[in-house]
């Protein structure tokens, strides 16, 4: 038989890629023996302990904390079924692996699919869950870089700007470290050039290309409820 999925294929994820741009401390990895039962699929559960969830400041998917937890155990007393009735066997094969905002990722453990989940939308994106595997889900941060980080950094701390230079290519130059220092009365930064301008690209035009990059590995991805929401926080701060 031939597939119908017309969307393009997803290049897996390596541990050494992931690592180039995270560091060894950016990945938390699941031990083989402490997988929730219901993940099943052979290639997330590779994922999960050979590879590891992102967890670094410009993870805009924060990871579960450990032991992982199925979804009802996470929305407990409630149900998956309550707020998403449509889930295959009522959400009882999803396992939480990661939040942003009022979002929740879930890990369908029998498929390797993970869903893009808020209350009062609808758990897919055009009828799929919103990512493939989570070699998609890791794709997607990866698309946030260090221009991308630039429009928020008035929300980060001064350890995630230290993060964000050593580890995102080219956002020291974007916003080096005479930024950090309080600008005098004229806001003018202590060591700052004279011909130093206002660092931020033209606003419109990065976050097109960031909806185009979540586009380009999951169709219509940056439209959807969850993702649209991601990039609304990081162009509004809000």
């Known amino acids: 038989m031939t597939s119908t ?30 997988l929730p039962g219901v993940i099943t699929d052979p290639g997330a559960r590779a994922h999960l302990s050979e590879i590891g969830l992102v967890d670094a400041p410009s993870a805009v998917v924060s990871p579960a904390p450990l032991p992982l937890r199925t979804l009802a155990e996470a929305l ?28 929740t990722f879930a890990l369908d453990g ?5 869903y893009a989940l808020d209350v009062h939308e609808p758990p ?13 889900l890791a794709r997607c941060q990866l698309a946030f870089g260090a221009t991308e980080m630039l429009t928020v950094v008035g929300l980060l701390d001064q350890e995630d700007i230290d993060w964000c230079r050593e580890h995102l290519a080219g956002f020291a130059e974007l916003y080096p470290a005479h930024l950090d220092e ?11 050039d004279e011909d130093d301008g206002d660092p931020v690209p033209d606003i419109d035009q990065v976050f097109a290309e960031l909806a185009a990059k979540l586009d380009a590995v999951e169709p219509g991805l940056a439209d959807s409820p969850v993702w649209a929401g991601i990039l609304g926080e990081f162009r509004y701060g809000c």
């Open 5 to 34: 999925d017309s969307r393009p294929p997803i290049a897996p994820v390596t541990r050494a890629e992931l690592e180039a741009v995270y560091g060894a401390d950016g990945l938390r990895r699941v031990p083989v023996e402490e």
């Open 76 to 103: 407990a007393p409630h149900s998956p079924a309550e707020y998403w009735p449509t889930l295959p066997k009522d959400g009882a094969d999803l396992v939480a692996v990661g939040f942003s905002g009022s979002a």
């Open 110 to 114: 029998s498929t390797g699919e993970v």
């Open 124 to 136: 897919t994106v055009g009828g799929r869950p919103a990512h493939r595997g989570l070699h998609s």
């Open 182 to 192: 309080e600008p005098d009365e004229d806001g003018n930064h202590p060591g700052a």
